[in-house]
Structure formats: structure tokens, C-alpha cells
């Protein structure tokens, strides 16, 4: 069990780039989840995965935003046309199915968009 | 309102003492409570996850939720300078709707 693991640790974009974030979750986990966390609050839901099927999608999560899981394993995060109110940690966890709410968190993504 | 209240502190205390941290919340739908632990600079760790009221104990960690008056507790006992860190309670209602409701986070420190 190696853990959740995300690529880049950090990012630093300019305004309108766009930025495309990757995810590997625990290997025997066909859950994952997206999140993300502003300073100084608590990581807030974007997405869900099973397997390759996305089943929910946050409203935070605006049409600049699109994730993708098309073989089940990691999963990618994509934000278009970047804005400086989408500097954000952006945090990646997996699960079990049979056991959802034991949700294991990857090290994020720092991104500051300037 | 946040369907979730966490104080976010800072709150200091003495190694070796028992801390107490807690949430409050307002979606009675709310089964599942889960209790995770933030370094800085990095993602959040699981410590606890109970399912409804009652307590569940783990080495040093107990969780208490009393879903009556919608509040949870997490105390650490002989709480360690390892300790500090930054503790988020979560929420969720029912299988089936997995996304976690967070807290704001408390910001705790140990003193050596």
C-alpha cells in the first residue's frame, strides 16, 4: 500500500493557462474523490469516481473544470481558463466501495494562478 | 450557516494534557463522522470514523457523537508536540452519497 499519490506537488500558472492535475489512488480503491481546500478552511467536495464512472458532480465544479478516470486506475483534473480565485490545494482521495467514508487523502496540489 | 461548525482556534496546551475538540452540525441526515488529522502543507490523515451516536476509542483517541444535540467530540489523551496539528472533523449522510462535509478545522498546538 504505497498511498495516494498526486502529480505536481505545486503549480504556478498565469490567468487563462490552462492546468491539468493527475491522480493515482490505492491500488485495490475503485473510489476517488477530488476536493479542494482554500487556506484556512476544510477541503470542500468537487467530485466522485467508481471505476471509470464519474456519479457526482459538485456545483463548485463550473463547466472550466473537468475530471476523468477512462480506465478506472488515475484520474486527471483538469481547469481551463485559469482564474486567480482558482488558487487552491486540490486534494485527491481514494476508497473502497463497500466502505466510503474511510476516505484516504493523497499530499494535494498546491496551485496559485497569477 | 455552515452545515458544519468547527472553532478554529488556535488552541495551545501543555503536553500531557487531554485535549478536547469539537464540531457542531445541523443536517440531522448526517450518519457518518469521521475525525482527520492535517499537517501543514499536506493532506489530511483518517484517525476516526464512527457511524452514528456512541464512542469508539484508539489508543490514545476517543470519538464521541451525540447526534441528539448534533455535536462530536475527538479528545486526545497525554497529548503529544507530535500532536500538533491542524484537526478537521466530516460529515456524511447516507450510503450512497459519499461526498464528506468538512469543518473549518482547529488549529491545535502541544507544548513541550
Known amino acids: 500500500d504505497t498511498g495516494v499519490s498526486q502529480d505536481p506537488r505545486h503549480k504556478i500558472t498565469k490567468r487563462g493557462q490552462n492546468v491539468t492535475f493527475r491522480c493515482d489512488p490505492i491500488?485495490?480503491?475503485?473510489?476517488l474523490y477530488w476536493y479542494r481546500q482554500t487556506l484556512g478552511q476544510g477541503p470542500e467536495f468537487l467530485t466522485y469516481f467508481q471505476n471509470e464512472a464519474q456519479l457526482e458532480k459538485s456545483r463548485l465544479l463550473s463547466d472550466r473544470f473537468s475530471a476523468e478516470r477512462p480506465k478506472g486506475s488515475f484520474s486527471t483534473l483538469e481547469i481551463q481558463r485559469t482564474e486567480q480565485g482558482d488558487s487552491a490545494m486540490y486534494l485527491c482521495a481514494s476508497s473502497r466501495a463497500l466502505i466510503p467514508y474511510e476516505q484516504y487523502f493523497g499530499p494535494g496540489t498546491r496551485l496559485t494562478v497569477t | 450557516q455552515k452545515e458544519v461548525e468547527q472553532d478554529p482556534g488556535p488552541l495551545s496546551v501543555p503536553e500531557g494534557a487531554i485535549v478536547s475538540l469539537n464540531c457542531t452540525y445541523s443536517n440531522s441526515a448526517f450518519q457518518y463522522f469521521m475525525w482527520y488529522r492535517q499537517y501543514s502543507r499536506k493532506g489530511p490523515e483518517l484517525l476516526m470514523y464512527t457511524y452514528s451516536s456512541g464512542n469508539k476509542e484508539d489508543g490514545r483517541f476517543t470519538a464521541q457523537v451525540d447526534k441528539s444535540s448534533k455535536y462530536i467530540s475527538l479528545f486526545i489523551r497525554d497529548s503529544q508536540p507530535s500532536d500538533s496539528a491542524t484537526y478537521l472533523c466530516?460529515?456524511?449522510?447516507?450510503?450512497?452519497?459519499?461526498?464528506?462535509?468538512f469543518g473549518t478545522g482547529t488549529r491545535l498546538t502541544i507544548i513541550p
Open positions: 491500488s485495490e480503491h475503485n473510489r
Open positions: 466530516a460529515m456524511a449522510t447516507n450510503f450512497g452519497n459519499e461526498k464528506l462535509t
